[in-house]
């Protein structure tokens, strides 16, 4: 029994539920989800990415002399083939110090990534719960 983009095989003693692969509209969907989910994917990436710039403006614990520091912080969205992601990076040359002397007590870029990391999941857990 053929209903739409499914089929009912029943024999012997089982019974199962077969996608007909002849489905224009089906097949349509199956063919697109990775891409879909991958245009998905970057676009949260691009939503999320002025966020965590904002936080790491907003948060970074030292006191600014020049501003040159706090204005240099940035969070920019990536797509590399399968990887889809968000890059922190500083902009200033001396940024690195900022992040590893002192016993870190000037670093930024790790506080980021443990409070806005999770945020950042969800909205990718959202989107695989939406499949």
């Not at 949260?44 to 790491?56: D, F, K, L, S, T």
């Not at 969205?77 to 890059?87: L, R, S, W």
């Not at 922190?88 to 990391?117: F, K």
Request: proline share 5%; glycine share 10%; charged share 20%.
């Amino acid at each position: 029994m053929a209903r739409g983009d499914f089929a009912l095989d029943v024999g012997g003693q089982f019974c199962k539920l077969v996608w007909n692969s002849d489905s224009r509209n089906m097949g349509r969907k199956l063919a697109n989800g990775p891409k879909l989910v991958h245009d998905a994917s970057v676009a949260i990436a691009h939503r999320m990415a002025p966020q965590v710039a904002n936080y790491m403006k907003s948060n970074a614990p030292w006191t600014d002399r020049t501003g040159n520091a706090r204005n240099g912080l940035a969070a920019q969205p990536y797509d590399e083939g399968n990887a889809v992601g968000i890059v922190l990076y500083h902009q200033v040359s001396y940024g690195i110090w900022l992040e590893v002397r002192w016993g870190g007590r000037y670093a930024i870029i790790n506080p980021t990534i443990d409070v806005m990391g999770p945020r950042v999941m969800s909205q990718y857990n959202n989107l695989l719960a939406r499949l």
